[in-house]
């Protein structure tokens, strides 16, 4: 089997998938071998990340991974979120086929991007 249980599980029953409306960030990353592009939604309370949802453009891998990411993000403070690794997603998700790693880099910058407009939208951040 070419990919893990998780990972088939996070693609046919994708978590957080959607827009929140009136978002304290939004982040967006596109790969431009494949053309996939992944934007990331957050709501933001006492620093610590209340909400968060994804729309993604792209390929099975990277909705699972963008899946996974979600719920790994929730509750978690911007700090600890901004450290969340592509390679920490992948295997939450019991590992990604190597050819397909690079589906995962494209949630850890949705995030990374979402966060930083979170910084410099907010200047108390
Ligand atoms: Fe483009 Fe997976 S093939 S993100």
Do not use: Q
């Amino acid at each position: 089997m070419l990919y893990s249980e998780k990972v088939m599980d996070h693609f046919r029953n994708p978590r957080n998938v959607g827009v929140i409306e009136n978002p304290d960030a939004v982040g967006e990353a596109g790969n431009a071998k494949c053309g996939d592009i992944m934007r990331m939604y957050l709501k933001v309370e006492n620093g610590i990340i209340a909400d968060v949802k994804f729309e993604t453009f792209g390929c099975g891998s990277a909705i699972a991974s963008s899946s996974m990411a979600t719920e790994m993000l929730k509750g978690k403070p911007l700090d600890e979120a901004l450290a969340l690794s592509n390679r920490a997603v992948a295997e939450a998700l019991d590992g990604l086929p190597a050819h397909k790693m690079h589906c995962s880099v494209l949630a850890e910058e949705a995030i990374k991007a979402a966060i930083e407009n979170y910084k410099a939208t907010h200047k108390d951040a």
